[in-house]
């Protein structure tokens, strides 16, 4: 099952197993149940303290779980977790076997203090790049915590659940039966959600810092370089995100970020926080600005109720999915309108799927459709499409994709549980159509995150931060950086090249300028 370069590496890190794990799986006679048993033999064989039972009794086959021996598993996997998944298995193994996870000790001690039973259920796409942190937060709960279950279930695999379930979006999380949250979460965020009084306790522990000497606002690639650059002058900084890494924790492959031939939005994100904490920066985590008022200690005010101050802001709250703002849309939402077709593509397997844009996103979206669904409906507003030629060409060659230019979007229909179809108009000859289907993928582009800004801060007509050559915008003190500003070309290397310039510009204010503290 494993070749021989993962055995290797596998073996070394069981080699930091504290404590005996065992393996109980509950098999069947398909061939991924065959699959799996080749799987987890390989496992045992790579440790003496690995050991593996097949008389597992769990409902859903084939599955395994991670236990301490003598112990009920906790943890476990309703599929082979390959792909992406293969590293929340790993750490699933050392964590059960005693390896401290990296997490801060006051979360530990929050996912211990949690009282209850927690029936966790995540549903996930082996190719989906967000469910593995999901996963991985819900694995360690469990091991923390004896009132914690969680198990990993693939959707692929698991077909006749997802449809019971009404599952059309990945990851989608069930907790004691009921639906608990869709997309990306955080350890943190899931806690602060089971921990009720998470929210007061950090407005009061907020309330209480003094004023920064420049507060980041925003943990995207921008406020992460802002950061760096603003603690290296040795004045104090903090960090203000909703959650830390912003638009790039959804992003797949990244190919242009210049020395690193190849990466990952997760894992991008995880080497700037470790790049951040490296030095004396204030990070508060799962916080949402909501307004800033200028003055000479300008204020930040959060939805939490808490205020922050700062001789200096540097805004950079970067961009979200821009929506279609049709009929239907928000209703269906995660019931068959999708934004991600990496995570939510294998979920339509040998369905009917639409993508909305015509751009560089919208075409390589479309091309990996195809290799999934039965067919791909392109819709562009446009009478060209906008993507690279090589796209294009790729695109064309395809039996399963049609084309549709000058077509809007008008409606999103469903049945009032899921998708069903999607209405365009015909801008050349203004007939309306309606394309039946089952999923619909929208990637017409971004919006920046700016709406708690408008009247205090210039924005131009796309709402974005007008900035100076040095960041500066129209409130003193007050500087931007990243997507969320007129910086034209939105693009990772480019929001941190802004963002270190627009650190640049806030100390250049502070050394010139007079603020009491």
Not at 396 to 405: D, E, H, Q, R
Request: include cysteine.
């Amino acid at each position: 099952m494993l070749d021989a370069t993962i055995k290797a590496q596998l073996k070394a890190y069981l080699e930091r197993l504290q404590r005996p794990i065992e393996l109980v799986a509950s098999l069947d006679d398909s061939a991924k149940g065959q699959e799996l048993h080749g799987l987890l033999t390989d496992i045992a064989e790579l440790s003496d303290k690995v050991a593996l039972r097949t008389n597992g009794q769990h409902t859903l086959r084939p599955s395994f779980g991670v236990a301490e021996p003598g112990e009920a598993p906790r943890i476990h996997f309703a599929g082979i977790p390959m792909g992406h998944e293969f590293t929340s298995l790993v750490l699933a193994l050392l964590q059960t076997g005693g390896h401290p996870p990296k997490v801060d000790q006051a979360v530990i001690d929050q996912i211990k203090a949690l009282p209850g039973k927690f029936e966790f259920e995540t549903f996930i796409s082996l190719s989906c790049h967000n469910c593995p942190d999901v996963v991985q937060a819900l694995n360690l709960m469990a091991v923390l915590n004896p009132g914690v279950t969680s198990t990993m279930i693939d959707g692929a695999l698991f077909q006749g659940l997802v449809e019971e379930r009404k599952i059309m979006a990945v990851p989608t999380v069930f907790l004691n039966g009921e639906s608990f949250g869709q997309g990306r979460m955080t350890i943190e965020e899931i806690v602060a959600k089971l921990d009720t009084g998470a929210v007061a306790r950090a407005a009061e522990e907020i309330g209480k810092k003094d004023a920064f000497d420049v507060l980041v606002v925003g943990g995207g690639p921008a406020g992460a370089a802002a950061a760096v650059y603003a603690a290296r002058k040795g004045i104090r900084t903090g960090v203000l995100a909703e959650r830390f890494g912003g638009q790039v924790m959804d992003t797949l492959g990244i190919e242009n970020f210049i020395s690193v031939q190849h990466t990952e939005g997760p894992k991008l994100v995880a080497a700037l926080e470790q790049h951040v904490k490296e030095y004396a920066v204030d990070v508060m985590n799962l916080q949402r600005a909501t307004r800033l008022v200028p003055g000479e200690l300008i204020e930040i005010q959060l939805e939490n109720g808490a205020t922050l101050k700062s001789k200096t802001v540097i805004l950079s709250t970067g961009a979200r999915w821009r929506e279609m703002n049709v009929p239907g849309e928000a209703e269906y939402k995660a019931k068959g309108v999708c934004f991600c077709p990496h995570c939510d593509g294998p979920l339509f397997k040998g369905k009917r799927v639409a993508v909305i844009g015509g751009g560089n996103s919208g075409v390589e979206a479309a091309i990996d459709l195809a290799g999934i669904v039965s067919h791909v409906t392109l819709l562009e507003f446009a009478d060209t499409l906008r993507a690279d030629a090589v796209l294009q060409t790729k695109l064309n060659s395809l039996p399963n994709v049609t084309v549709i230019k000058s077509a809007q979007t008008t409606e999103v229909t469903g049945d009032g549980q899921k998708v069903n179809g999607i209405r365009y108009k015909d801008r050349v000859s203004g007939s309306e159509h309606l394309v039946e289907l089952e999923g619909i993928f929208v990637q017409i582009g971004l919006l920046p995150n700016t709406d708690w800004l408008k009247g205090v801060v210039e924005l131009s007509d796309r709402g974005e931060i007008i900035v100076d050559a040095k960041g500066q915008t129209s409130v003193p003190g007050v500087f931007a950086a990243g997507d969320c500003t007129t910086v034209p070309y939105k693009q990772i290397i480019i929001a941190m090249g802004e963002g270190a310039k627009a650190s640049l510009g806030a100390f250049d204010h502070l050394i010139r300028s007079s603020v009491p503290a």
